[in-house]
Nanobody, 117 residues
Framework: QVQVVESGGGLVQPGGSLRLSCAASGSIFNIMGWYRQAPGKQRELVAF???????NYADSVKGRFTISGDNAKNTVYLQMNSLKPEDTAVYYCNAARGNLGGSRSYWGQGTQVTVSS
């Protein structure tokens, strides 16, 4: 069975940093990414990384967040710096073979990130 497990969320003050981790197992994945969902808003793609180390970011986090990965461990990380209150959300990891979020993708349970003073 496939498992996707996130960790690293928590409460941080504006301007602070957090590092999220996502470990996927039970299949082969060629792309993994981070989504987030804030209260009252749709889930949005934050960043993704492919097995070839190609990366992409949402405009709202570009320059502040960095996604990285370890192919051998099927693990990805999201380093979040200069956090803002609007970054508050549940962050979900998605691991896929093919298209991120597609029929051959798997979701983690999510980890809460709260940015507040």
């Amino acid at each position: 069975q496939v498992q996707v497990v996130e960790s690293g969320g928590g409460l941080v003050q504006p301007g602070g940093s957090l590092r999220l981790s996502c470990a996927a197992s039970g299949s082969i994945f060629n792309i993994m990414g981070w989504y987030r969902q804030a209260p009252g808003k749709q889930r949005e793609l934050v960043a993704f990384i492919t097995s070839a180390d190609s990366t992409n970011y949402a405009d709202s986090v570009k320059g502040r967040f960095t996604i990285s990965g370890d192919n051998a461990k099927n693990t990805v990380y999201l380093q979040m710096n200069s956090l803002k209150p609007e970054d508050t959300a549940v962050y979900y990891c998605n691991a896929a073979r093919g298209n991120l979020g597609g029929s051959r993708s798997y979701w983690g349970q999510g980890t809460q990130v709260t940015v507040s003073s």
